[in-house]
């Protein structure tokens, strides 16, 4: 990359007859270049210019919004049939053995779905992260460094933080962007990764709490299995172990036959939330270690190119999630509105 100092009214560079004249995008100055250099930082605003970077065609942005579209409302409906089939599979059950147990699970039940489905809706229907407006475009508006590391979106034509990334689903740029998540039809990124880590803790204990309901109301309605031993008699050891296994796995498949329909639902909700706890998880547990190592999904990808020192911490984790000294916090903002009134 060519470094480009071209304070207000001089021009650095090589004096060279090759050299060729050009504007810095971010501060309208000119700036001299040596032949063949087509990537430029202002020596004035900061600024990157990229002349190589050409427009790409905005290739399949209509099928991208109907695949987001199509994958929300499969989540909405699939979410809402969880918590209503459940409820209907279940509460029967469980109020029959006793008011308070019922009433226990009722409240359990409301905290889960309301939290899943309010965390799921911050982070589904919220901009992801617009990068803050800034001034550019000509001098002196645009003072000494304003633009350190910004390079021009070339499809959102302003400028684009070094904290951004322009999303090709959403159509614009995000700050702090971490992924383009098709299941809630939009970005991760600054103003909205904490709902989207939330939503997937609740979704993780809620399917947790699901599939031992499922099990728990299917042993109460279950239909008895029938299975002779009489055919076992004479076999030993591993023979037996395995006619055993046999026979039982074959009459528990025969009482599939005389299951009622909450008793079908019931075994279609424990193997939904057992492999969506399986998904679920592994994408938890990648998202935790990327904020405890202090990053992003993409500057993990970027970081591995330009191998740059991980700074590992647990108070990473506790940023995020916002528990470092709470109080504190709340009595500092307390004193400067209180300053504010007073002047
Ligand atoms: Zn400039
Ligand atoms: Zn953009
Ligand atoms: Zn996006």
């Not at 001098?139 to 304003?146: A, E, H, R, S």
């Not at 990334?165 to 971490?178: A, E, P, Q, T, V």
């Not at 599939?256 to 909450?262: H, N, P, V």
């Not at 916002?322 to 504190?328: E, K, L, T």
Request: aromatic content about 14%; overall charge positive; some cysteine.
């Amino acid at each position: 990359m060519a470094s480009s100092s071209s304070p207000p009214e001089e021009q650095y560079g090589t004096e060279s007859t090759d050299n060729y004249e050009t504007t810095c995008w971010g501060c309208g100055l000119r700036v001299m270049l040596p032949s063949g250099a087509s990537i430029f930082k202002c020596g004035w605003c900061g600024a990157i210019t990229n002349q190589n970077k050409k427009k790409r065609e905005q290739k399949c942005f209509g099928w991208r919004v109907l695949r987001d579209r199509c994958f929300l409302s499969s989540v909405i409906i699939f979410m809402l049939f969880v918590i209503f089939g459940g409820v209907w599979a279940v509460y029967p059950i469980v109020f029959s053995i006793s008011l308070l147990w019922g009433i226990f699970h009722s409240i359990i039940t409301t905290i889960l779905s309301i939290a899943t489905v309010s965390f799921f809706s911050l982070a589904a229907f919220r901009c992801a992260g617009t990068p803050p407006n800034i001034l550019w475009g000509s001098y002196p508006t645009v003072g000494q460094g304003d633009l350190e590391n910004y390079t021009f979106c070339l499809y959102c034509s302003k400028p684009k933080s070094p904290r951004a990334h322009h999303c090709r689903s959403c159509g614009k740029c995000i700050l702090d962007m971490d992924h383009h998540c098709p299941f809630i039809g939009n970005c991760v990124g600054a103003a909205n990764h904490y709902s989207f880590v939330c939503f997937l803790i609740s979704a993780v204990l809620s399917t947790i709490y699901v599939s031992i309901m499922s099990v728990y109301a299917s042993l109460h309605i279950w239909p008895s299995l029938s299975y002779s031993l009489g055919r076992l008699k004479g076999m030993t050891g591993r023979d037996l172990a395995w006619r055993l296994m046999n026979e039982i796995l074959i009459a528990f498949l025969r009482s599939t036959l005389f299951l009622s329909s909450r008793g079908l639902l019931l075994a279609y909700l424990f193997i939904a939330s057992v492999s969506l706890q399986i998904g679920l998880s592994v994408l938890l547990w990648q998202q935790l270690s990327f904020i405890y190592q202090g990053k992003t999904y993409l500057s993990n990808l970027s970081s591995h190119a330009d191998n740059e020192e991980e700074k590992k911490d647990c108070q990473n984790l506790v940023r995020f999630f916002g528990f470092q000294h709470p109080v504190s916090r709340f009595f500092s903002n307390f004193r400067v509105t209180q300053k504010r009134h007073d002047t």
